[in-house]
């Protein structure tokens, strides 16, 4: 399944300036009852299988808090990560994934990347932008350099990341599952042009963490 993706023009305007704000992306593919705080404001609550929130806090919220319950409200997990006001002046942003059964893993710019996510569990690729543009994940399944872009959560901003499994929604709809043969890269909207990560597709069979650099090259590991 090939998902294009299409740029008005008042999405490319908003590429000419950076945005530096604090974010969280949530992967949620059991959809279990989160809540999303900034200090002790509730910004975000509900069961989306996938969400993504960017915002300013404001003083005094230092931190950011993410609690995730089943529906017995058993607690599944629950993290407070730095927000930007603790010295973080690019902004701090973060992308998790949480399931019922496998456990969570969150990273970001902000913290080391950290969790219960159990061995047996789906394979994660972490999808990062280390450059000064604002880019697309995108996917090749099965044969290289065929890549459709990430149109559901669309665009990473500067020193954001996302978190790709087979359980959740975008590799979903594109039907990648383990073991498929694909190859990352990312659509540089300025150049209408896909930077591929590698000259062909791989096995999903590890966890692997793909990051777009500042000289706008990819590096795999």
């Not at 969280?24 to 993504?52: C, S």
């Not at 496998?102 to 932008?129: F, M």
């Not at 995108?138 to 978190?163: I, M, Q």
């Not at 499994?165 to 990648?176: E, Q």
Request: hydrophobic share 30%; with cysteine.
């Amino acid at each position: 399944m090939k998902l294009n993706v299409f740029l008005p023009i008042a999405i490319l305007g908003s590429f000419s300036s950076l945005a530096m704000a604090d974010s969280f992306n949530l992967e949620n593919p059991d959809g279990l009852r989160y809540q999303l705080k900034y200090g002790e404001t509730v910004v975000k609550e509900g069961k989306d299988t996938r969400f993504y929130d960017s915002r300013n806090p404001v003083v005094p919220q230092k931190n950011i808090s993410i609690s995730v319950e089943d529906e017995n409200g058993t607690n599944i997990a629950e993290k407070s990560v730095p927000s930007s006001l603790n010295g973080n002046s690019r902004g701090c942003n973060y992308s998790m994934i949480v399931t019922s059964h496998h456990g969570w893993r969150i990273t970001g710019n902000c913290i080391e990347t950290e969790g219960n996510y159990k061995p047996d569990a789906p394979h994660i690729y972490t999808v990062e932008n280390n450059s000064k543009k604002k880019v697309y994940p995108a996917f090749s399944v099965d044969k290289a350099n065929n890549f459709s872009s990430d149109s559901v959560l669309g665009y990473l901003n500067p020193h954001e990341t996302r978190l790709f499994s087979v359980s959740t929604d975008y590799w979903k709809a594109t039907s990648i599952k383990e073991h498929s043969m694909i190859q990352v890269g990312f659509y540089n909207p300025f150049t209408t042009k896909y930077i591929p990560c590698g000259d062909k597709t791989e096995e999903i069979d590890k966890d692997r963490v793909f990051t777009l650099n500042e000289d706008l090259t990819c590096s795999i590991k």
